[in-house]
Protein backbone atom coordinates (compact mmCIF):
# COMPACT_ATOMS: atom_id res chain seq x y z
CA UNK A 1 0.00 0.00 0.00
CA UNK A 2 1.19 3.54 -0.87
CA UNK A 3 0.84 6.39 1.75
CA UNK A 4 -2.31 8.02 -0.46
CA UNK A 5 -4.29 4.15 -0.20
CA UNK A 6 -2.74 4.34 3.08
CA UNK A 7 -4.23 8.20 4.01
CA UNK A 8 -7.52 6.90 2.24
CA UNK A 9 -7.94 3.71 4.69
CA UNK A 10 -7.28 6.07 7.67
CA UNK A 11 -10.03 8.42 6.91
CA UNK A 12 -12.13 5.32 6.50
CA UNK A 13 -11.41 4.45 9.66
CA UNK A 14 -11.86 7.93 11.25
CA UNK A 15 -15.27 8.08 9.60
CA UNK A 16 -16.52 4.83 10.91
CA UNK A 17 -15.16 5.79 14.24
CA UNK A 18 -16.88 8.78 14.67
CA UNK A 19 -20.29 6.94 13.83
CA UNK A 20 -19.93 4.56 15.87
CA UNK A 21 -19.17 6.86 18.78
CA UNK A 22 -22.36 8.44 17.45
CA UNK A 23 -20.57 11.69 16.77
CA UNK A 24 -20.73 13.49 13.93
CA UNK A 25 -18.86 13.06 10.59
CA UNK A 26 -15.55 15.38 10.28
CA UNK A 27 -15.65 16.37 14.06
CA UNK A 28 -12.68 14.81 13.99
CA UNK A 29 -9.15 16.44 12.56
CA UNK A 30 -6.78 14.00 11.56
CA UNK A 31 -2.68 15.37 12.01
CA UNK A 32 -0.69 13.31 9.45
CA UNK A 33 2.43 13.02 11.25
CA UNK A 34 5.61 13.23 8.52
CA UNK A 35 8.49 12.95 10.94
CA UNK A 36 11.91 11.49 9.46
CA UNK A 37 9.63 11.56 6.42
CA UNK A 38 10.79 13.74 3.69
CA UNK A 39 9.57 16.06 1.27
CA UNK A 40 9.03 14.04 -1.86
CA UNK A 41 7.86 11.24 1.03
CA UNK A 42 5.42 13.68 1.69
CA UNK A 43 3.89 15.42 -1.36
CA UNK A 44 1.61 12.64 -2.04
CA UNK A 45 -0.06 13.15 0.41
CA UNK A 46 -0.67 16.75 0.42
CA UNK A 47 -1.49 15.86 -3.18
CA UNK A 48 -4.38 13.78 -1.75
CA UNK A 49 -5.75 16.53 0.25
CA UNK A 50 -4.03 15.98 3.62
CA UNK A 51 -3.23 19.89 4.98
CA UNK A 52 -2.70 19.38 8.85
CA UNK A 53 0.60 18.00 9.81
CA UNK A 54 2.94 16.78 12.60
CA UNK A 55 6.31 16.97 13.46
CA UNK A 56 8.68 15.79 16.14
CA UNK A 57 11.78 18.59 15.49
CA UNK A 58 12.02 22.15 15.29
CA UNK A 59 15.39 21.72 13.07
CA UNK A 60 14.08 18.62 10.78
CA UNK A 61 10.55 20.73 10.07
CA UNK A 62 12.92 23.68 9.21
CA UNK A 63 14.48 21.93 6.38
CA UNK A 64 11.78 20.29 4.29
CA UNK A 65 8.37 22.60 5.85
CA UNK A 66 8.81 26.20 4.14
CA UNK A 67 9.05 25.00 0.91
CA UNK A 68 6.00 22.35 1.21
CA UNK A 69 4.01 24.99 2.18
CA UNK A 70 4.98 27.32 -0.53
CA UNK A 71 4.23 24.88 -3.09
CA UNK A 72 0.57 24.04 -0.92
CA UNK A 73 -2.19 26.47 0.21
CA UNK A 74 -3.86 25.74 3.26
CA UNK A 75 -1.18 23.69 5.09
CA UNK A 76 -1.50 23.65 8.74
CA UNK A 77 1.56 22.15 10.96
CA UNK A 78 1.86 21.28 14.34
CA UNK A 79 4.50 20.53 16.72
CA UNK A 80 3.74 17.30 18.15
CA UNK A 81 7.25 17.09 20.16
CA UNK A 82 8.95 18.79 22.99
CA UNK A 83 10.19 22.30 22.86
CA UNK A 84 13.50 23.09 23.63
CA UNK A 85 13.74 26.21 25.27
CA UNK A 86 16.27 27.54 22.73
CA UNK A 87 14.12 26.22 19.91
CA UNK A 88 11.08 28.75 21.23
CA UNK A 89 11.67 31.88 18.61
CA UNK A 90 11.57 29.12 15.27
CA UNK A 91 8.75 27.62 16.49
CA UNK A 92 6.87 30.42 17.46
CA UNK A 93 7.94 31.64 13.38
CA UNK A 94 7.34 28.28 11.89
CA UNK A 95 4.63 26.13 13.76
CA UNK A 96 1.07 27.19 13.16
CA UNK A 97 0.20 25.13 16.67
CA UNK A 98 2.56 23.81 19.11
CA UNK A 99 0.93 21.04 21.07
CA UNK A 100 3.72 20.30 23.70
CA UNK A 101 3.76 23.18 26.27
CA UNK A 102 4.42 21.26 29.28
CA UNK A 103 6.14 23.34 31.80
CA UNK A 104 6.60 26.98 32.96
CA UNK A 105 9.87 27.98 31.67
CA UNK A 106 8.74 27.17 27.98
CA UNK A 107 5.31 28.66 27.81
CA UNK A 108 7.40 31.86 29.23
CA UNK A 109 9.50 31.53 26.06
CA UNK A 110 6.47 31.26 24.33
CA UNK A 111 4.89 34.43 25.50
CA UNK A 112 8.16 36.22 25.28
CA UNK A 113 8.17 35.10 21.26
CA UNK A 114 4.50 35.35 20.52
CA UNK A 115 5.02 39.30 21.86
CA UNK A 116 8.02 39.85 19.69
CA UNK A 117 6.50 38.68 16.76
CA UNK A 118 3.12 39.27 16.45
CA UNK A 119 2.44 35.80 15.43
CA UNK A 120 -0.29 33.98 17.30
CA UNK A 121 -0.02 29.58 16.81
CA UNK A 122 -2.80 27.76 18.56
CA UNK A 123 -1.26 26.23 21.76
CA UNK A 124 -2.01 22.83 23.80
CA UNK A 125 -0.63 21.72 26.89
CA UNK A 126 0.77 18.53 26.84
CA UNK A 127 -0.17 16.02 30.04
CA UNK A 128 1.65 13.21 31.02
CA UNK A 129 -1.71 11.52 32.29
CA UNK A 130 0.48 8.53 33.00
CA UNK A 131 2.68 10.28 35.38
CA UNK A 132 5.88 8.47 33.31
CA UNK A 133 9.63 10.36 34.99
CA UNK A 134 10.69 9.56 31.22
CA UNK A 135 8.23 11.28 29.42
CA UNK A 136 6.95 15.28 28.74
CA UNK A 137 4.21 16.98 29.98
CA UNK A 138 2.52 18.40 32.93
CA UNK A 139 1.42 15.87 35.79
CA UNK A 140 -2.67 15.73 35.47
CA UNK A 141 -2.85 17.03 39.35
CA UNK A 142 -1.10 19.68 38.47
CA UNK A 143 -2.61 21.14 34.74
CA UNK A 144 -5.43 22.70 35.94
CA UNK A 145 -3.13 25.45 37.82
CA UNK A 146 -0.71 25.11 35.25
CA UNK A 147 -3.61 26.15 32.77
CA UNK A 148 -4.62 28.63 35.03
CA UNK A 149 -0.72 30.15 35.25
CA UNK A 150 -0.53 30.31 31.30
CA UNK A 151 -4.20 31.90 30.54
CA UNK A 152 -3.91 34.31 33.75
CA UNK A 153 -0.36 35.36 34.11
CA UNK A 154 1.07 34.82 30.61
CA UNK A 155 -1.86 36.09 28.44
CA UNK A 156 -1.61 32.75 26.59
CA UNK A 157 -4.91 31.49 24.71
CA UNK A 158 -4.51 27.74 25.43
CA UNK A 159 -7.21 26.26 23.57
CA UNK A 160 -5.95 22.59 23.69
CA UNK A 161 -4.60 19.07 25.67
CA UNK A 162 -2.38 16.73 24.73
CA UNK A 163 -1.47 13.21 26.04
CA UNK A 164 0.62 10.44 24.77
CA UNK A 165 -0.76 7.02 27.25
CA UNK A 166 1.68 4.78 28.33
CA UNK A 167 2.37 2.11 25.04
CA UNK A 168 1.96 -0.79 27.81
CA UNK A 169 -1.11 0.24 29.08
CA UNK A 170 -4.92 0.54 28.10
CA UNK A 171 -5.17 4.01 26.85
CA UNK A 172 -8.63 4.38 27.59
CA UNK A 173 -9.04 5.73 30.94
CA UNK A 174 -6.05 7.94 29.68
CA UNK A 175 -8.05 9.53 27.19
CA UNK A 176 -10.82 9.68 30.08
CA UNK A 177 -8.46 11.98 31.86
CA UNK A 178 -7.54 14.33 29.25
CA UNK A 179 -11.74 15.14 28.82
CA UNK A 180 -12.05 15.41 32.50
CA UNK A 181 -9.10 18.02 32.45
CA UNK A 182 -10.74 19.71 29.48
CA UNK A 183 -14.45 19.90 31.03
CA UNK A 184 -13.32 21.28 33.75
CA UNK A 185 -11.13 24.15 31.62
CA UNK A 186 -13.46 24.58 29.15
CA UNK A 187 -11.15 23.31 26.53
CA UNK A 188 -13.06 22.35 23.24
CA UNK A 189 -9.47 20.59 21.38
CA UNK A 190 -8.22 16.82 22.40
CA UNK A 191 -5.20 15.95 20.54
CA UNK A 192 -5.41 12.00 21.64
CA UNK A 193 -4.94 8.86 19.57
CA UNK A 194 -2.35 7.72 17.33
CA UNK A 195 -2.39 4.74 14.69
CA UNK A 196 -2.21 1.90 16.90
CA UNK A 197 -5.47 3.67 19.05
CA UNK A 198 -7.23 6.40 17.27
CA UNK A 199 -10.46 4.59 17.08
CA UNK A 200 -10.55 4.32 21.22
CA UNK A 201 -9.28 7.72 21.36
CA UNK A 202 -12.69 8.80 19.24
CA UNK A 203 -14.98 6.89 21.53
CA UNK A 204 -13.83 8.98 24.03
CA UNK A 205 -14.28 12.90 22.47
CA UNK A 206 -10.75 13.45 20.98
CA UNK A 207 -11.36 16.05 18.38
CA UNK A 208 -7.64 15.50 16.49
CA UNK A 209 -5.77 12.52 16.13
CA UNK A 210 -1.95 12.18 15.06
CA UNK A 211 -1.13 9.33 12.82
CA UNK A 212 2.48 8.52 11.41
CA UNK A 213 2.64 4.86 10.45
CA UNK A 214 -0.56 3.78 9.27
CA UNK A 215 -0.39 6.21 6.70
CA UNK A 216 3.69 6.60 5.51
CA UNK A 217 4.70 2.92 7.01
CA UNK A 218 7.12 2.24 9.70
CA UNK A 219 10.02 5.00 10.30
Not at 87 to 93: H, N
Not at 95 to 106: P, T
Request: charge should be negative.
Amino acid sequence: MNARENLERVRAAIAAAEAEAGRESGAVRLVAVSKTKSADEIRPVIEAGQRVFGENRVQEAQSKWPGLKAEAQGIELHLIGPLQSNKTADAVALFDVIQSVDREKIAREIAREIKKQDRHPGLYVQVNTGSEPQKAGIEPEEADAFIAMCRDDLDLKITGLMCIPPVDENPGPHFALLGKIAGRNDIKTLSMGMSDDFETAIGLGATEVRVGSAIFGAR
